[in-house]
């Protein structure tokens, strides 16, 4: 088979697990079509499917091995390889091959940047394609998702991403400014930064931390109208990075700060850095010092030896703080984590039942909170449009993670309107242009 002959193949892909994941699957894909391949999106007419997996919890697993398996069923079509790349690889499970036949490659996160050479040897042939650095974007051009380091440090004892990922690593300011201002060319508008700790960055390359450099050189870029930051860990949100917040026109007054509890029982057992008292004195200040800026976390229900008294204090805290987003996640047992061997497992009839329990407070405030916006006209960036209705976000509202503003009109993808905000929805909000 030519070289020609392989360059005709139509790829295509399934993208699993986190936004991370994604911006190392939107590298891929600018790759492969950089070489010549063509990139489809319906499996029906793919020769080449490749599946970036997740194995962040068992469920994550569960389904990333569930799509891998739904693929291979094109290989009756016109599929001939089927490529796995992403987390999955990670965890060495060394009956990878015997278990998935129906795999022809398994390819390792640090080998993703050989993407093309190992296609082409899948087809038994010697080519060698330059790595260059770029994406195509699997999100709507106006938004993306900036990775600005890679693994974590913290070793949170119910966590398998330092030994899937790696130690913390950030990518240079230079890197990352120079992405950045590729995709305001390209019309990106909107900047997500994330990694599994946002705050740190910068203090292994720098010897400091530089989170707060980073957005003052990203705020300089003429088209980016928003950054938004993912992921920052509660003890390294510090004065610095308040201010920016406060004082940037173009940071979103939005946190996502991931707490997973907020007792101190269960914090020093998940070996999180946060006390209960050094959270609410946080939470205090950035209530008292941004106004009106929109919270969201995470809560893990279910950790071993969790007491009724420690869901408690997660109930509390939700009511004292009433914040817009919160994720709820039942604890899951990873082999491999240290929270793996610990006494006192929680049943999972216990964990459903707080889930359900934090779940409606959760929604209750969050209902209240959107009884509030009825009325007020805001800012609304289009993300989706058909011919009869348009999905667009408000500052408080991050893609694919929060709800929605839904609006009864067309609107055009990527550009702001003035919303009013009618009525709401379970978690969206209904409004009409202005």
Same mark, same amino acid.
């Given at each position: 088979?030519?070289?020609?002959?392989?360059? &005709?193949?139509?790829?295509?892909?399934? !993208?699993?697990?986190?936004?991370?994941?994604?911006?190392?699957?939107?590298?891929?894909?600018?790759?492969?079509?950089?070489?010549?391949?063509?990139?489809?999106?319906?499996?029906?007419?793919?020769?080449?499917?490749?599946?970036?997996?997740?194995?962040?919890?068992? !469920?994550?697993?569960?389904?990333?091995?569930?799509?891998?398996?739904?693929? =291979?069923?094109?290989?009756?079509?016109?599929?001939?390889?089927?490529?796995?790349? *992403?987390?999955?690889?990670?965890?060495?499970? =060394?009956?990878?091959?015997?278990?998935?036949?129906?795999?022809?490659?398994?390819?390792?996160?640090?080998?993703?940047?050989?993407?093309?050479?190992?296609?082409?040897?899948?087809? !038994?042939?010697?080519?060698?394609?330059?790595?260059?650095? $770029?994406?195509?974007?699997?999100?709507?051009?106006?938004?993306?998702?900036?990775?600005?380091?890679?693994?974590?440090?913290?070793?949170?004892?119910?966590?398998?991403?330092?030994?899937?990922?790696?130690? @913390?690593?950030?990518?240079?300011?230079?890197?990352?400014?120079?992405?950045?201002?590729?995709? %305001?060319?390209?019309?990106?508008?909107?900047?997500?930064?994330?990694?599994?700790?946002?705050?740190?960055?910068?203090?292994?390359?720098?010897?400091?931390?530089?989170?707060?450099?980073?957005?003052?050189?990203?705020?300089?870029?003429?088209?980016?109208?928003?950054?938004?930051?993912?992921?920052?860990?509660?003890?390294?949100?510090?004065?610095?990075?308040?201010?920016? /917040?406060?004082?940037?026109?173009?940071?979103?007054?939005?946190?996502?700060?991931?707490?997973?509890?907020?007792?101190?029982?269960?914090?020093? &057992?998940?070996?999180?850095? =946060?006390?209960?008292?050094?959270?609410?004195?946080?939470?205090?200040?950035?209530?008292?010092?941004?106004? *009106?800026?929109?919270?969201?976390?995470? @809560?893990?229900? *279910?950790?071993?030896?969790?007491?009724?008294?420690?869901?408690?204090? /997660?109930?509390?805290?939700?009511?004292?703080?009433?914040?817009?987003?919160?994720?709820?996640?039942?604890?899951?047992?990873?082999?491999?984590?240290?929270?793996?061997?610990?006494?006192?497992?929680?049943?999972?009839?216990?964990?459903?039942?707080?889930?359900?329990?934090?779940?409606?407070?959760? @929604?209750?405030?969050?209902?209240?909170?959107?009884?509030?916006?009825?009325?007020?006209?805001?800012?609304?960036?289009?993300?989706? %449009?058909? =011919?009869?209705? !348009?999905? $667009?976000?408000?500052?408080?509202?991050?893609?694919?993670?929060?709800?929605?503003?839904?609006?009864?009109?067309?609107?055009?993808?990527?550009?702001?309107?003035?919303?009013?905000?009618?009525?709401?929805?379970?978690?969206?909000?209904?409004?009409?242009?202005?």
């Amino acid at each position: 088979m030519t070289k020609e002959d392989i360059l &005709a193949k139509k790829v295509g892909f399934i !993208s699993l697990g986190c936004d991370k994941n994604r911006v190392d699957l939107e590298r891929m894909i600018f790759n492969i079509k950089s070489a010549g391949f063509e990139i489809v999106n319906d499996p029906n007419q793919a020769n080449i499917i490749i599946v970036n997996t997740c194995s962040f919890l068992e !469920s994550s697993r569960l389904e990333s091995i569930e799509n891998i398996l739904e693929m =291979s069923g094109y290989k009756t079509k016109n599929l001939e390889k089927l490529i796995v790349t *992403g987390c999955l690889n990670e965890l060495k499970y =060394s009956d990878l091959g015997t278990s998935m036949p129906e795999v022809d490659l398994f390819v390792n996160v640090k080998d993703n940047e050989k993407i093309v050479d190992l296609i082409f040897g899948l087809y !038994s042939q010697n080519y060698h394609h330059e790595y260059t650095e $770029g994406r195509i974007l699997t999100t709507p051009k106006h938004y993306a998702y900036i990775k600005i380091s890679e693994g974590c440090n913290n070793f949170c004892s119910y966590c398998l991403i330092p030994y899937i990922r790696g130690r @913390f690593k950030s990518r240079k300011i230079e890197d990352i400014l120079n992405e950045a201002r590729v995709l %305001a060319n390209s019309g990106t508008t909107e900047l997500i930064l994330v990694a599994q700790d946002v705050t740190k960055y910068g203090e292994d390359l720098y010897g400091k931390i530089s989170l707060v450099e980073l957005i003052q050189k990203l705020s300089e870029i003429e088209n980016i109208k928003w950054i938004r930051l993912l992921y920052c860990y509660p003890e390294l949100i510090d004065d610095n990075l308040i201010n920016e /917040i406060k004082n940037n026109d173009k940071v979103v007054k939005y946190l996502d700060i991931p707490l997973q509890h907020v007792s101190d029982n269960i914090l020093r &057992a998940m070996n999180r850095k =946060s006390t209960y008292e050094k959270i609410c004195k946080l939470f205090d200040k950035l209530k008292s010092e941004i106004s *009106g800026i929109a919270l969201r976390t995470t @809560f893990i229900l *279910g950790f071993p030896d969790e007491t009724d008294n420690d869901f408690d204090m /997660i109930i509390e805290f939700l009511k004292k703080y009433r914040m817009e987003n919160v994720g709820f996640f039942k604890y899951s047992r990873e082999e491999g984590t240290r929270a793996y061997n610990f006494e006192n497992q929680i049943s999972e009839d216990v964990k459903e039942s707080r889930l359900e329990i934090a779940s409606q407070v959760q @929604f209750e405030i969050q209902d209240q909170i959107h009884d509030k916006l009825i009325g007020q006209t805001i800012d609304v960036v289009i993300d989706d %449009a058909t =011919s009869e209705y !348009s999905v $667009g976000r408000y500052y408080g509202q991050c893609p694919q993670i929060d709800g929605n503003v839904i609006i009864n009109k067309p609107l055009i993808v990527g550009e702001h309107y003035m919303v009013k905000i009618l009525q709401k929805s379970d978690y969206d909000l209904i409004g009409e242009l202005v």
